[in-house]
């Protein structure tokens, strides 16, 4: 445990020094503050307005930098050549790879506070009245981003930045795409059906975690259902973890 967390820390260091994580967070950033502008130009709902947008931010530039940034984990150090130096100490590679999996969870972490600091002194400004189920969005925004994540890390071990990149976007895509799937697949037979029925249960069900409904409409979230939602979300990151540490075991660096 140790180990993982030293790893960890130093992804986190290292993760700090891209620049492209400014450059999404201060965009980000600017999204956010934007919504107040458009708040006194629409005519519709402002409040409204200023938390589809918010939260809409936070979520995608999270993704964004879960993607490039987690392709990145592994991939740089095979092009570098360091993973011959790393896969020659007496390291398990599965404690490297959860490692790596921990640093880009405490950038996430960070990033995201950041953003949600921002949204939080935006809807002060506005006086728009903040919820508790706000704070649950929030939460699950994070836990699908540990997901997107765990599923990037698992495309690096054994394919390149670029491939990588492009499969966790489909997984992305079809992940809040899931519930359609399954309707379109319903109408279908043979073997379409089978496909889409098989993406459906394979893909993350990344819509569980989209509260922006609630949020707008100020709907509560049971207890239990946040329970089952966050449990899933974590089984299924865990689950990715798990192949891609026997993947990254078995892969031949020779």
Avoid: W
């Avoid at 993760?15 to 967070?25: C, Q, S, V």
């Avoid at 880009?104 to 508790?132: C, D, R, Y």
């Avoid at 997107?148 to 079809?174: C, G, P, Q, R």
């Avoid at 192949?243 to 031949?252: H, L, W, Y």
């Amino acid at each position: 445990m140790r180990r993982i967390l030293s790893i960890g820390l130093n992804t986190f260091r290292e993760t700090l020094r891209e620049k492209l994580l400014y450059n999404l967070l201060i965009f980000a950033l600017l999204m956010i503050g934007s919504s107040m502008l458009l708040s006194r130009l629409t005519l519709g709902d402002a409040n409204r307005l200023i938390l589809d947008l918010g939260l809409a931010s936070i979520n995608l530039f999270g993704v964004v930098i879960a993607i490039f940034v987690g392709i990145g984990l592994v991939s740089k150090e095979i092009d570098k050549k360091t993973i011959y130096t790393i896969v020659s100490k007496p390291v398990p590679r599965y404690e490297f790879l959860l490692g790596k999996y921990v640093g880009l969870g405490i950038t996430l972490l960070t990033n995201t506070a950041i953003m949600v600091v921002g949204l939080l002194s935006v809807l002060q400004i506005m006086q728009v009245p903040i919820e508790l189920v706000l704070f649950k969005s929030l939460l699950l925004i994070f836990i699908e981003l540990l997901v997107v994540t765990a599923v990037a890390l698992l495309f690096s071990t054994f394919t390149s930045s670029t491939l990588s990149a492009i499969f966790t976007l489909a997984v992305y895509v079809i992940g809040h795409l899931s519930g359609d799937l399954k309707a379109l697949g319903e109408k279908l037979d043979g073997v379409s059906q089978g496909v889409l029925t098989t993406l459906y249960y394979v893909m993350p069900n990344l819509e569980r975690f989209n509260l922006k409904g609630h949020v707008i409409h100020q709907l509560n979230v049971g207890t239990s259902d946040m329970a089952l939602i966050i449990c899933y979300g974590l089984a299924y990151a865990t689950l990715m973890l798990t192949v891609a540490a026997i993947i990254f075991q078995r892969r031949d660096f020779q």
